[in-house]
Every structure is written in structure tokens, then in C-alpha cells.
């Protein structure tokens, strides 16, 4: 049997830290001890970033890290927190750290390898479980509430179409996002009970409240940092642009 030639050229790769630490992954998953190992971008990955069925899909950037990710595990388990980390990694990995934006039309430059991991509260987290309490603040109702990963996006984003196609002109995003978050309303995890909560009794600002808290406690990449305008230094959240990826645009 003829043995096959090693290719005489090495894979560069990284390690990279999840913003979760890996806390809500299970016991024994590739994730659960906080990292993930990343190569280096290359002309394939091009491909993928131009190929215009991904494009048109909406399914290129998950092309791209899928690709991108050496350690093995389901893709969908991904917390998105986690997966917009890996997202500035692999822009890092294939085109530098330095990100060219127009910002209230000046140019700016930012160096990406500065943002940092948000600080995460740890004591809101229990091993290996995805799950959080939380009282609505003005109505008093007790929920709880999982953080958004690969699968319930799928699953969201299916009944959002679906639902567009009986309606095209009626937006319901939004509600249908916390149905799947919320996973008990006093004590009852019924889904039926929880879509009937969400559709007639959650209250807008109750439910603007529990949107800014997940947002505050969500493992997430700090997408904030300062820029000079007008003399000045602001703090702004780093635009993703179409050029994010395609810098020479």
C-alpha cells in the first residue's frame, strides 16, 4: 500500500477565549473549559465570504466559522455571545487587527485586538445549566430565561418565516424571540402557558426590562471603544460594516 505524502505545509492556529468561560456548556463538551481553537484564514475561506447562495441566504458568515474552527463539536451549541467573539477573532486571524470604519463621516481606525470579553457575573451562573430567574419589574411576575444559542435561532428564524408567509405585512420578531427565551412564567414551563403570557399579558416595558437585562448579564465581546470627533473623545459600539471582512472595499 503506497503511503500518502504529508503536505509539507503547517496550519497556524489559535486559542481563543469565550466570553461565557464555558460555565453554561455541559460537563465533558469541547467548550465547557472556556476556549476554542481558531486557524488562520485562507483562500478558501474567500470563497466562502464571495459565494453569492451563502450571501443571498444569509448563511455566509456561519459558512466562514464553521471553517474556520478546528475544535469539533455541533456548531449550533454555540452561545451567540460566544460566536460574536470567534466572529472578531477570524476577522482578526484573516485580515489584522486594525478595522477602517466612517463614523458620522470621519474615518476611523480601530485596533481590534484591544476589545476585551465582558466582565461576567458568575454568581447569576450554574454549571452546565442555561437557565436564569428574573422578576419582572413592574408587573411582579416571576419568569426564567435561557440565553440564545445556535439551536434556538434555528428554531426562531424557521417560525419567523413561516409566519411571514401567512402574513407578510405583520412583524412579530419580537415576541416570537421571547417565547423561545422565557422557559417558565411562575413556575409553569406549558409552552402554551408562556406563548399565551408573551402574546396578552407581558407588559412593553416589562418586556424591555428583561430584553436589557439579558443583554446585561449575556457572556458577549465588548464591542465599545473610544474615538476622536470634533476634538473630542466618545464612546461608540464598533459598527460591522459590509467592509468588516472585505477591508480593501
Given amino acids: 500500500m503506497e503511503q500518502q505524502e504529508q503536505s509539507p505545509f503547517k496550519f497556524p492556529t489559535e486559542t481563543i477565549e469565550l466570553p461565557s468561560k464555558g460555565i453554561l456548556y455541559p460537563e465533558g463538551h469541547p467548550l465547557s473549559n472556556g476556549t476554542i481553537e481558531m486557524k488562520y484564514m485562507t483562500a478558501r475561506e474567500e470563497d466562502i465570504l464571495t459565494n453569492q447562495n451563502y450571501i443571498a441566504n444569509g448563511t455566509v458568515l456561519d459558512k ?60 447569576l451562573f450554574n454549571k452546565d445549566v442555561n437557565e436564569f430567574h428574573y422578576t419582572l419589574p413592574h408587573s411582579g411576575t416571576k419568569i426564567t430565561f435561557r440565553l440564545m444559542d445556535g439551536h434556538l435561532e434555528n428554531k426562531i ?9 401567512v402574513n407578510k405585512n405583520f412583524s412579530s420578531e419580537l415576541t416570537t424571540r421571547l417565547k423561545y427565551l422565557i422557559t417558565s412564567v411562575e413556575g409553569n414551563s406549558d409552552a402554551k402557558t408562556i406563548r399565551d403570557f408573551v402574546d396578552n399579558y407581558l407588559l412593553a416595558r416589562d418586556s424591555r426590562a428583561l430584553r436589557e437585562y439579558i443583554k446585561e448579564i449575556q457572556p458577549d465581546i465588548d464591542l465599545k471603544t473610544f474615538i476622536e470627533l470634533d476634538g473630542e473623545s466618545i464612546e461608540i459600539e464598533i459598527p460591522i460594516g459590509v467592509n468588516f471582512f472585505f477591508p480593501d472595499l
Avoid: C, H
Fill in 64 to 123: 466562514l466559522l464553521q471553517s474556520l474552527i478546528i475544535t469539533k463539536f455541533d456548531y449550533n451549541d454555540l452561545l451567540i455571545g460566544d460566536k460574536n467573539a470567534i466572529l472578531i477573532a477570524s476577522r482578526i486571524l484573516g485580515y489584522g487587527k486594525d478595522y477602517s470604519f466612517t463614523y458620522d463621516g470621519v474615518e476611523q481606525t480601530v485596533d481590534l485586538s484591544t476589545l476585551e470579553n465582558k466582565p461576567l457575573n458568575e454568581t
Fill in 157 to 165: 428564524e424557521a417560525e419567523i418565516k413561516g409566519l411571514k408567509k
